[in-house]
């Protein structure tokens, strides 16, 4: 673990197309985060930089939904992800977005160059075309039927049913997003990256440090490369974006998938400039002794092993990948979060309601560093509960309160123990070990050492039992004590880069420096008798199991409750209401307040919809009752189970109505 180390840190673009969920904090952004806090920890000279991700169809496709424009879209995410990263205390040096002239500058000066040196071209394709909308029609403005597993809504980019990639050419009955039509292909010109012309020294940059990657990021890397780099096309028929720094290309942009990636490095001159240092990146960028770490997602690996790399071996003199550690997914009870499917909960809803530290504890011992794992509301109270605040918080509370109590200050850690020295150096081991982990982005592995520390720490306290000894044997019981505290310094010092603000709150209250700068190996030292203990605040609260069900229940049915609201007299009349027949109807598995309806609406097979109605409705004057639904609205997961619809209700003075019909008609009528 060698000092003065230079170390780059990118932690993946958050896409700005809504709020953050659970999923991209236990991906990428938190263990950045950790791993920025531990090297300024050990001194070294640290650049950690992100951004919003602000360009891409998803954002046009929403804007033209809301009526807006795409730069409203985004910055209203980025304002949102801004917020998100706050409440979590995310350390970056800079976070920036990609929609500024700064960034468009370093962008169209990498394309420039690349076209310069040979490793762009332009070709003529075949692209997408709408009759109706005249416009060419990228990716996600193309929907229509998967070749391969025949979901009716695939992308012109990629099929959520089955993961594949696709082409719009593949489609089978393919229809414009904005207006239905079926589009025809006809010419059009665009930029090329030559990664086929590339592909010999992408190889040897990949044989030259795949060793040190995680295996995920490893296997990911090489089955890409197994089918040979083909030319990728670096532009789209779009406004919104970087422009291309040529003339005649003004209906064009350089698309996101390459613009983004470079953020990286224009966040890093921007961070100069905004430190009045214009050329102060070099030292990250063009030394060739600093280390660049990137953390993402498994999605995201190519773009970082493969992408990344090119642009930079093709642009020359820039320092490459040292290691992509990449994480598996998270899930939400048991399948992956979606932004556009309304599946998980965002950090800033959770955040309204717990504390930040809890769920940085939570996530990081949940990490799903080497496979996929899942946030399950029972195991995030456990944890809290028995290990956060039974064991850490208990810990660090009751020595302190006890030598507040017996001592007003720390007393002197004289003639130690064989017991005394035995904790000592279970301290030390633990600690470094602790280090040693993360030094190699083993995070998980890290936060394990420092709770088998609490756990040591935990029984030498009892063992010692010092309430007994006070009694007899003050010197003594002041030596155990002093030992503790130490313990509780080493305690709070490794657990810093996962729990921070709780663990700086406990050194300022025994009056102690907090983890910072090259002070890691405070961590081991005694703390000075005669410091004086003021009376110690509890770091940690108990969370109760029914207060989180009630907050997520509440949260999913102001989600659902928001599909409807706001809306104008074009998006009202393109709802489908219709009257449906309640055939079965259950208790949710998963909820207090919830029910789970089989609904016939004349499809064949009846409609499963998840309603809040329990406190207001037995299910048996539910079942047999005709009801409105909603029909054409998306679906959503309400506590791990999908609702394809939602059934209309009066409500008032506390009593809640369903809506009727006055007679019979046959399920699936149309409500007009």
């Not at 081991?524 to 605040?537: C, D, R, Y």
């Not at 907050?551 to 219709?578: A, I, P, Y």
């Not at 029909?631 to 809640?656: H, W, Y």
């Amino acid at each position: 673990m060698s000092e003065n180390r230079c170390i780059f840190i990118g932690a993946a673009w958050p896409y700005a197309n809504g709020d953050l969920h659970l999923g991209h904090i236990a991906g990428c952004l938190l263990p950045a985060d950790i791993f920025a806090r531990y090297c300024r920890l050990r001194g070294y000279d640290v650049l950690f930089v992100s951004g919003s991700d602000m360009h891409g169809t998803p954002i046009t496709v929403t804007a033209d939904k809301e009526r807006i424009s795409p730069e409203e879209v985004a910055m209203r995410s980025h304002r949102s992800i801004e917020r998100t990263i706050s409440q979590l205390d995310i350390t970056y040096d800079l976070y920036t977005m990609t929609h500024s002239e700064h960034h468009f500058k370093v962008v169209q000066e990498i394309f420039k160059t690349l076209l310069s040196k040979g490793w762009i071209d332009k070709r003529v394709e075949q692209a997408p075309f709408c009759p109706t909308c005249s416009k060419f029609m990228p990716d996600r403005y193309i929907e229509g039927t998967c070749p391969h597993c025949g979901s009716k809504d695939a992308r012109g980019d990629q099929c959520d049913g089955c993961g594949t990639v696709l082409d719009p050419k593949e489609l089978i009955m393919p229809r414009c997003k904005l207006c239905s039509d079926t589009p025809i292909f006809k010419d059009t010109e665009h930029f090329y990256l030559l990664l086929s012309k590339m592909e010999p020294s992408i190889r040897a940059f990949v044989e030259e440090n795949k060793h040190r990657w995680r295996p995920n990021t490893r296997n990911n890397t090489e089955n890409f490369l197994s089918k040979g780099l083909k030319d990728r096309a670096i532009t789209r028929d779009l406004k919104w974006g970087v422009p291309i720094p040529l003339y005649g290309y003004g209906d064009k942009c350089i698309y996101v998938w390459f613009e983004a990636v470079c953020g990286y490095l224009s966040a890093s001159i921007e961070h100069s400039i905004s430190k009045g240092d214009p050329n102060g990146y070099e030292r990250f960028w063009k030394m060739e002794k600093c280390r660049h770490y990137y953390f993402l997602a498994k999605d995201n690996i190519p773009f970082h092993t493969i992408i990344w790399p090119a642009i930079l071996l093709g642009v020359g003199g820039l320092d490459l990948p040292y290691d992509v550690p990449s994480n598996e997914y998270l899930q939400w009870d048991g399948s992956q979060f979606s932004k556009s499917r309304g599946h998980g909960v965002t950090v800033n809803d959770f955040l309204e309601e717990y504390d930040v530290d809890p769920l940085r504890f939570y996530l990081s011992t949940n990490m799903p560093e080497r496979s996929d794992s899942n946030f399950d509301l029972d195991e995030f109270i456990q944890k809290n509960n028995t290990e956060l605040l039974g064991a850490v918080g208990n810990y660090l509370h009751r020595v302190t309160s006890f030598i507040h109590s017996n001592y007003g200050c720390v007393p002197p850690l004289s003639a130690p123990s064989p017991e005394d020295k035995r904790i000592l150096n279970i301290a030390r081991e633990r600690y470094v070990e602790a280090l040693d982990s993360m030094e190699e982005v083993r995070l998980k592995d890290g936060i394990r050492s420092m709770m088998a520390l609490v756990n040591e720490a935990n029984r030498y306290f009892n063992d010692m039992a010092p309430w007994k000894l006070i009694k007899t044997d003050k010197g003594r019981c002041g030596t155990v004590m002093a030992t503790a505290l130490c313990v509780g310094r080493t305690i709070s010092f490794g657990l810093y880069p996962y729990i921070p603000h709780s663990m700086k709150a406990w050194c300022r209250m025994i009056g102690i420096k907090e983890p910072s700068g090259s002070l890691w190996s405070e961590g081991l030292e005694p703390i000075p008798a005669g410091l004086e203990i003021v009376k110690p605040s509890p770091l940690f609260k108990r969370i109760e199991k029914r207060t989180v069900e009630e907050s997520m229940d509440e949260k999913e049915e102001e989600r659902m409750e928001q599909e409807t609201k706001h809306v104008s007299f074009e998006d009202f009349m393109k709802m489908e209401l219709r009257v449906g027949f309640v055939r079965e109807i259950s208790e949710h598995p998963n909820a207090d307040k919830l029910y789970v309806l089989k609904v016939d609406i004349g499809e064949g097979s009846p409609r499963q919809i998840v309603a809040g109605l329990k406190e207001h409705y037995e299910a048996k004057d539910i079942l047999g009752k005709w009801i409105i639904i909603v029909s054409n609205l998306k679906p959503a997961m309400m506590r791990g189970i999908e609702s394809n619809g939602m059934l209309l209700a009066a409500e008032g003075d506390g009593t809640v109505s369903l809506l009727t019909v006055d007679r019979d008609v046959r399920p699936g009528s149309r409500i007009h």
